[in-house]
């Protein structure tokens, strides 16, 4: 956290952040939603906090959305879907990154990703600290997992023992890509906004 740009995103309670770093929300098994838009930090944030939890010797597992259900996927496929679980459930502080990037698999007669989420955060509830980034408003986890009750019980989960933290500002991405198109005089990319009306 000592490249995080704090005066990029003054909306951000740096307090908050920072006492996370302290990791005793993982002796307390509370979870954190980091929500914002793409390039907003989130993802930094959670990747600080990991590397702060592999330095104190705590089990630690980082992964995308989207490969985490891939590999139960996977398991459901060869028959280690319970064994995948379970790894999935042991550490001490699990980082769940980018809920709503990437594309979901969906498969007839098989579990939707909804239910695999639930399941493992079900498993994990109060007894470890789940981490996750989303950059979706959370009525759209519905329709991204594949079920909208599931989502809403996930949520629901989230929402007893969670951490939330919404980052609202600018992309970071998007400023250092303006900056460097201007050094080198070139026009640059259409801001959030201007992609979603084009």
């Known amino acids: ?64 959305c989207v490969d985490l259900v891939d590999d139960l996927y996977a398991g459901l496929a060869d028959g280690t879907y319970e064994r995948r679980m379970r790894r999935w459930c042991r550490p001490a502080l699990l980082v769940i990154d980018d809920v709503g990037l990437g594309q979901l698999k969906r498969r007839e007669e098989e579990a939707t990703a909804a239910h695999m989420l639930y399941t493992l955060l079900d498993r994990r509830h109060t007894n470890a600290s789940t981490a996750l980034t989303s950059n979706l408003k959370l009525s759209a986890w519905g329709k991204y997992l594949g079920d909208a009750t599931l989502a809403g019980a996930v949520l629901d989960r989230l929402a007893a023992t969670s951490i939330r933290i919404d980052v609202d500002g600018p992309s970071y991405r998007q400023f250092l890509g303006r900056r460097r198109a201007e050094e080198h005089g070139q026009p640059p990319l259409p801001a959030d906004q201007e992609v979603a009306e084009a």
């Open 1 to 64: 956290m000592a490249e995080f740009d704090w005066a990029f995103q003054p909306k951000l309670d740096r307090r908050m952040v920072e006492e996370l770093f302290t990791l005793s929300f993982i002796d307390r098994q509370e979870d954190i939603l980091v929500t914002g838009k793409a390039g907003t930090g989130k993802s930094h944030i959670l990747q600080a906090l990991t590397l702060k939890s592999c330095e104190r010797e705590i089990m630690v597992r980082y992964a995308r």
